[in-house]
């Protein structure tokens, strides 16, 4: 099973949010980087809470999207 974590940045807001349905996983962080971090420390919590049968170490692939211009 491949855990995918669909990943927005709220200009907004100015944070990157994570969202996965079949976790229940909702999270922001400012940057990747901190995002990253908490979603590896938050997604095995997760698995074990909602007993999803995935083996360990729990491998995950974040797909963002981050609206954008292009120069004139």
């Not at 995002?35 to 692939?61: G, S």
Request: glycine share 2%.
């Amino acid at each position: 099973m491949e855990l995918i974590v669909q990943v927005e940045y709220d200009e907004e807001a100015r944070v990157w949010i994570a969202q996965n349905d079949v976790l229940g996983l909702a999270t922001e962080a400012d940057t990747l980087e901190v995002l990253t971090y908490k979603l590896q420390e938050m997604i095995p919590e997760l698995v074990d809470l909602n007993h999803i049968d995935i083996p360990r170490p729990v491998a995950f692939t974040l797909v963002s999207r981050r609206p954008a211009v292009a120069f004139s």
